[in-house]
């Protein structure tokens, strides 16, 4: 035996128990920190929390005759407006859920507004302004993200 345990073994187990103590107190710190953050820190915020994403077949419509026939009126089945970005979902997704389609709106979150005769099933519509716009669109097969957050009113 040399050194500490040697000359000073009373100091010696003082400091291991200091050590042990130490150890014990970073640990309890350590918990204390993780839980609340683990908790409140790993899942995303809700606005940009989504259910899995499905394909869909997505076609685009404008507000013209050719596009909407009789419902060729600047209203959308949900009473807003037909502006900006908006989709044309089956009735089980509700009016205001956000969807994130690939390529419109940037990618960016867009509400359901309307309804379509023919959108059914895992079918979308996406709105555009002009008939040009929609034709250029055509028909995709896209994954569609659908956040859990619904549109602010
Ligand atoms: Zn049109």
Not at 74 to 82: C, F, Q, V
């Amino acid at each position: 035996m040399t050194g500490i345990w040697k000359e000073e073994p009373y100091k010696a187990a003082k400091i291991i128990c200091l050590c042990g103590v130490a150890i014990l107190v970073l640990l309890v710190i350590n918990i204390f920190i993780k839980s609340p953050s683990s908790e409140a820190g790993s899942p995303p915020p809700e606005q940009t929390r989504t259910l899995p994403a499905s394909l869909y077949e997505i076609t685009a419509y404008c507000p013209c005759e050719l596009c909407c026939g009789e419902y060729a009126d600047s209203l959308t089945a949900s009473g807003e407006l037909a502006e900006g970005f908006l989709v044309a979902a089956p009735s089980e997704i509700p009016f205001g859920t956000l969807l994130r389609i690939p390529g419109y709106n940037n990618g960016d979150p867009v509400p359901v507004l309307d309804r379509g005769g023919i959108i059914k099933g895992n079918r979308l519509d996406v709105f555009f302004q002009s008939h040009q716009e929609a034709l250029n669109w055509g028909r995709q097969t896209l994954k569609v993200e659908r956040l859990e957050k619904r549109l602010d009113k």
